[in-house]
T-cell receptor, first 112, second 114 residues
Framework: NAGVTQTPKFRVLKTGQSMTLLCAQD?????MYWYRQDPGMGLRLIHY???????AKGEVPDGYNVSRLKKQNFLLGLESAAPSQTSVYFC???????????FGEGSRLTVL | GEDVEQSLFLSVREGDSSVINCTYT??????LYWYKQEPGAGLQLLTY?????DMKQDQRLTVLLNKKDKHLSLRIADTQTGDSAIYFC??????????????FGKGTHLIIQP
């Protein structure tokens, strides 16, 4: 039972480098989300998607881009990483109009 | 605006009951959720309550909702070491589709003392 899989699980970047986090789900869910989790801040929504080919901004979208070319995949890109983007990133998916989100195990990103 | 507030830490003795509290601000919330995050893992849905309910019980878990005070609580009976985790309260509104997911609180760290 794969569920939601995130790659990579750990990454260290230098300021200004770019990278992409990949999220894959095998539950045929319409909705997918990217959150970041920071100490004392809880989870904050970065971007989300309601279906293949669609994306929308969440609470903290600046500095990130996303793409949903296939229903099962949701990519989060950092074009020019900054130390403020050091965080743990969580991908989640859900059927439409439900608060039952299924989360991946997280990707820990450190930007030096 | 939406805001969900929780205390950051709760310490209880093994075998006692744990009560984790949450307040929310948006009276139009239709569903309220409790998620659990174990160390090094993602969040998992524990339970939820629909806004027209006052209470929901599921084995050792009891959820109480006070809509007037916008207060939600999660009671864990007979707390065990395996209950040690971060517990997140979350609210959802589904006007206009509800695709933007949930608004989470900052999470309560439940610490179990032997």
């Amino acid at each position: 039972n794969a569920g939601v899989t995130q790659t990579p699980k750990f990454r260290v970047l230098k300021t200004g480098q770019s990278m992409t986090l990949l999220c894959a789900q095998d539950m045929n869910h319409e909705y997918m989300y990217w959150y970041r989790q920071d100490p004392g801040m809880g989870l904050r929504l970065i971007h989300y998607s309601v279906g293949e080919g669609t994306t929308a901004k969440g609470e903290v979208p600046d500095g990130y881009n996303v793409s949903r070319l296939k229903k099962q995949n949701f990519l989060l890109g950092l074009e020019s990483a900054a130390p403020s983007q050091t965080s743990v990133y969580f991908c989640a998916s859900s059927p439409p109009n439900t608060g039952e989100l299924f989360f991946g195990e997280g990707s820990r990103l450190t930007v030096l | 605006g939406e805001d969900v507030e929780q205390s950051l830490f709760l310490s209880v003795r093994e075998g006692d009951s744990s009560v984790i509290n949450c307040t929310y601000t948006d009276s139009s919330s239709t569903y309220l959720y409790w998620y659990k995050q174990e160390p090094g893992a993602g969040l998992q849905l524990l339970t939820y309550i629909f806004s027209n309910m006052d209470m929901k019980q599921d084995q050792r878990l009891t959820v109480l909702l006070n809509k007037k005070d916008k207060h939600l609580s999660l009671r864990i009976a007979d707390t065990q070491t395996g209950d040690s985790a971060i517990y997140f309260c979350a609210e959802a509104m589904y006007s206009g589709g509800g695709a933007d997911g949930l608004t989470f609180g900052k999470g309560t760290h439940l610490i179990i003392q032997p």
